[in-house]
């Protein structure tokens, strides 16, 4: 949708679409701008420029408007005061990983907090109605922005007002007048100073009308009325309007300082501690002429670098100010807003890793510590973190559950990073040579290499990062695209009846609704359909094989082999029981080895995939290194104790929006849940999570838990394959069967090997005896070696290198008519050695070759000796009647 198109139809009946109450009591008018052309609101008559291009444009770093002065956490919790006076709910803060969302990886605006998708529609499902919330929203498209304008965030509160009118809340009258109210009554701004812009948003099919709220030139709040859907002319109301209000926590806060940045009111104590490490006051006249033109020229130019030049230029900033003193501040900023960030992430349950979302928090702890090495800092992360958790955690007192664990996972990125150097290094030295790279080579720089253009700049392999890297980056890496659903004859059919949510009998008969091809549709079944990685039950209907169920919607189709019932018959159907029994029994072993595995290695887990089938199961958990054998040993035994202990296994059924707030997110285990109705499976309170499949009774029923193999499948995903009831205890069994088996071949081996050494050292006391018999004339076999007018051949196993070694070299040395070669085996390679007499007429080197070259490796050596051989053992009985023949001819 062509949003100027719809800005200019909305603009042209501003009454219908923007004016509201405030505006006529407190005598606001309308100007249009006499520069960009712009709709605007404000109380001074003489305005004619709007908030963007007005001469007070961020006149207020230095000189606030307010009468009052709050920071970050205080501006909060004005904020949440006023709404909660003015019948408002004040909301904790929804996860920034965004489970919810199967198109989103973050949680991007507060607004995302309460959409769901039901089929191709955006519902709004509210918690309460109307409410406040501080969402912390994490956006990774302006990432070079961070520390350089003063007011880009990789992670932002975004304080949200939402409200739907139609039940018991409000509409565009009273919203304007709490936003007004906010601003001059909470926060002291005088009304003189309040500018609305108009404006609208668009997106998901539906828009609506908004007015910004600016006070000198910052656009403090964006209040929107999702008012439409459909195409504008042909537009409809929506059945459910919404005023989805979003202003900036940061903003407030910086209104109200008037600092140089919006950075130095917003990380609280954090900033004091990295001032003092770089021994710059940041409240200084050069700083806040510096940053106000950064603010003003932001939207003038396309390049960040160009805007950083005009500023320097404006301010009269010479080169030794710069380096002292702006750069080591952008530095600090970006690692205070970078490792905010990643804390919030990672207490989500977020991973940096080279996959997905996360790759932009990989990314931002490498500017981190390219930021730190550049500016040559000596930083004590762990304290950083917790400066930060102190700070904010009476918000989000979330943050201090889980600090530990942010510490232990960025230790262990770090680490990575810093053992990549080494290879970064030579890799920036050729980029060195070879010119400046594009943006599409820095990207794969960095998706190959993990360099990041930071560490370039910081190795002088590039002069500037460009301002499309970030960008670009981050659209490469948003949420992957659903799987196209198959297109199925199957229209105005009625949902099926689902048998197995309900007594789940193994036999049951049904009428036959729909037949198409080797398909069939069925009026109620109790064949469960492949979903949330459960594999679909088998068994017989009409006395055909069901080879195959899926669920499209809410009907359910099974495939037959064999032939199909006619439409309209009654026929008998029976599930395979016994495979059902297993399945289930992999399922449930599935939600208590995903929640083990959370309480042996950290908060980070999270299902990242599974698959159920009846004799071999796998779960795919989020984390950061392959598991050792302890911790393997460690999540099984607590998975047996869990089925020792037999907990029961509940289902119930809530409201999405119910089960949301009594169990929180970690329900999400298996995926988006695109239904109103939840079923919640739980393991009394060791496990809760939403989920469709079939589960055992009790815990109890599982019997056993073996985990059979794991491995890190990508970067951030470990694979735990295992099997479970039945399926163990025979998997123990083989396994002891195994391992009586390689104790019996180890004993039989060594005893082998023992006679193998006794032969050996006989053979080899025998040399002098072997030597006389063969000087001698004596030809035929003698002690395995095939003797022919003193040509010798063996591969006998009684000799060895030892052997083969110095006989051969004895005996040539003693008749130079004399040749030997020999055939053995050394580990998992076939070898040969020969040794030829000069008179001898054999050509050592050509022997060794030709039969190394039939074992698949390689021989050398000279005419008189030679050695070689190879690892295909399959070749050995070929290799000796060869070299036997050119030997002995």
């Not at 709050?70 to 990983?97: A, C, G, L």
């Not at 969402?135 to 949200?160: A, P, W, Y």
């Amino acid at each position: 949708m062509d949003k100027k198109e719809i800005l200019k139809e909305f603009s042209s009946d501003p009454d219908r679409y923007y004016r509201v109450k405030l505006f006529q009591e407190q005598g606001f008018v309308r100007k249009a701008c006499s520069k960009c052309g712009r709709f605007f609101w404000t109380l001074n008559a003489g305005r004619n420029l709007c908030p963007d291009d007005a001469d007070d444009t961020y006149s207020f770093i230095g000189e606030p408007p307010t009468s009052k002065r709050f920071d970050y956490t205080q501006s909060w919790k004005q904020v949440e005061e006023f709404f909660v006076k003015n019948n408002h709910t004040s909301v904790s803060r929804y996860p920034v990983v965004c489970r919810w969302r199967d198109d989103l990886f973050f949680t991007i605006a507060s607004i995302v907090d309460f959409q769901r998708i039901m089929g191709s529609k955006v519902v709004f499902e509210f918690p309460a109605n109307p409410l406040v919330v501080p969402q912390t929203c994490l956006r990774f498209k302006d990432l070079e922005n961070v520390g350089v304008t003063g007011r880009h965030f990789s992670s932002f509160c975004m304080i949200g007002q939402h409200s739907i009118p139609d039940a018991q809340g409000y509409w565009k009258d009273e919203c304007v007048d709490l936003d007004f109210r906010l601003l001059t009554d909470q926060f002291g701004i005088k009304k003189e100073e309040v500018v609305f812009v108009e404006d609208v948003w668009a997106g998901g099919g539906s828009f609506g009308p908004s007015l910004e709220y600016f006070v000198r030139g910052l656009e403090l709040g964006n209040a929107v009325f999702t008012e439409f859907q459909g195409e504008l002319g042909k537009h409809t109301t929506l059945d459910q309007r919404v005023i989805d209000m979003g202003a900036g926590l940061e903003r407030f806060a910086w209104i109200t300082m008037g600092t140089p940045t919006a950075y130095d009111c917003c990380f609280g104590p954090i900033n004091q501690k990295l001032f003092e490490k770089i021994g710059i006051d940041s409240d200084s006249e050069v700083l806040r002429k510096y940053f106000t033109e950064i603010a003003k020229a932001l939207d003038n130019f396309e390049d960040l670098n160009e805007v950083r030049r005009h500023a320097i230029k404006k301010a009269g900033l010479s080169d030794d100010q710069l380096n002292k003193m702006i750069m080591p501040l952008e530095g600090i900023y970006l690692i205070a807003d970078h490792l905010r960030t990643l804390i919030f992430a990672i207490t989500d349950g977020a991973l940096p890793s080279n996959v997905g979302g996360g790759y932009n928090l990989r990314m931002m702890l490498r500017r981190i510590n390219a930021t730190i090495s550049k500016l040559n800092l000596s930083l004590d992360i762990d304290d950083l973190i917790d400066t930060h958790i102190d700070y904010l955690r009476d918000t989000y007192p979330e943050l201090d559950e889980k600090r530990e664990d942010v510490k232990q996972i960025l230790k262990i990125e770090s680490a990575r990073y810093e053992e990549s150097k080494v290879h970064m290094k030579k890799k920036a030295e050729k980029i060195r040579g070879k010119g400046t790279p594009s943006v599409d080579e820095l990207i794969t720089l960095y998706e190959s290499d993990g360099i990041t253009p930071e560490y370039l700049k910081e190795v002088d392999a590039i002069s500037e990062i460009p301002s499309s890297f970030y960008s670009k980056l981050s659209d490469l890496h948003q949420s992957e695209k659903k799987k196209a659903i198959a297109e199925l004859p199957l229209d105005e059919l009625p949902e099926t009846e689902t048998l197995f949510y309900k007594d789940d009998p193994m036999e049951f008969e049904a009428k036959v609704i729909k037949v198409f091809d080797d398909q069939v549709v069925l009026d109620r079944t109790s064949f469960y359909a492949r979903g949330g990685g459960q594999e679909p039950d088998h068994g017989n209907i009409a006395g055909f094989n069901v080879i195959n169920v899926d669920k499209h919607a809410n009907i359910i189709v099974h495939r037959l082999e064999g032939g199909v019932p006619k439409e309209g018959e009654i026929v008998s159907c029976k599930v395979d029981e016994t495979r059902r029994a297993n399945i289930t029994k992999n399922h449930t072993s599935t939600h208590i080895l995903n929640t083990s595995s959370r309480k042996i290695l950290g908060s980070w887990i999270w299902q990242h995939s599974a698959f159920k089938e009846a004799d071999h199961a796998r779960l795919d958990i989020t984390h950061h290194s392959s598991l050792t054998d302890e911790q393997v040993k460690q999540i099984e035994d607590e998975s047996n104790a869990m089925v020792k202990q037999n907990y029961p296994v509940n289902i119930e059924y809530f409201d999405r929006g119910t089960a949301e707030q009594k169990y929180g997110f970690r329900i999400y285990q298996g995926g988006v849940v695109p239904v109103k109705s939840v079923r919640i499976v739980s393991i009394e309170d060791k496990d809760i999570e939403a989920c469709g499949g079939t589960h055992v009774k009790k815990t109890g029923d599982i019997e056993l838990i073996k985990i059979t193999k794991t491995k890190r499948i990508q970067d951030g995903v470990v694979r735990l394959e295992f099997v479970s009831g039945p399926t163990a205890f025979e998997y123990v069994k083989q396994q002891e069967a195994n391992s009586k088996k390689r104790a019996e071949e180890q004993i039989a081996k060594q005893a082998l090997e023992k006679q193998r050494d006794e032969n050996k050292q006989k053979a080899r006391e025998y040399i002098p005896i072997l030597l006389e018999k063969i000087l001698s004339g004596e030809s035929g076999d003698i002690e395995g070696i095939t003797v022919k007018d003193k040509l010798c051949f063996t591969a006998s196993e009684n000799y060895d290198d030892y052997f083969h070694q110095n006989f051969g070299k004895k005996l040539v040395a003693k008749d130079s008519k004399a040749a030997f070669c020999g055939i053995f085996e050394s580990g998992p390679t076939v070898r040969i050695m020969v040794h030829a007499g000069e008179e001898s007429g054999v050509n050592s080197g050509e022997i060794a070759k030709e039969i190394a070259s039939i074992l698949g490796g390689s021989g050398g050596g000279d005419t008189k000796f030679a050695q070689g051989g190879g690892k295909d053992t399959s070749k050995k009985d070929e290799a000796i009647t060869k070299a036997k023949s050119m030997i002995l001819g």
